[in-house]
């Protein structure tokens, strides 16, 4: 359909187009909440700041419900995915220590 559109300008306008176009796509917070669901449209969780670094991130356990754990880049320790598979192995020993 793309190419039969720019088919149809290139006659009207007498001018070459295809080949010629270039695309460029901005991917944004918004993008962030629908594509993958993610609070407040953040990629890489909680801004870093001194209260909401190392310690201070949000805890595994749920502060309203019982059994409700938490985990990946929002919980301790922090973002990427290394750090993500350590909250993983964080969360599990915490949960067979219980």
Do not use: C, W
Not at 21 to 27: A, G, L, N
Not at 68 to 76: A, C, D, F, I, S
């Amino acid at each position: 359909m793309y190419h039969q559109i720019m088919a149809h300008i290139e006659n009207v306008s007498g001018e070459k187009l295809l080949g010629y176009e270039k695309v460029k796509r901005i991917f944004g917070p918004e993008d962030f909440i629908q594509d993958y669901n993610a609070y407040k449209g953040t990629s890489l969780g909680l801004v870093h700041t001194l209260n909401q670094s190392a310690i201070f991130r949000p805890s595994h356990r749920s502060k309203k419900l019982k059994n409700l754990y938490y985990n990946g880049h929002y919980t301790h320790p922090g973002i990427g995915l290394p750090l993500v598979l350590i909250s993983s192995q964080i969360l599990a020993k915490n949960l067979l220590e219980k």
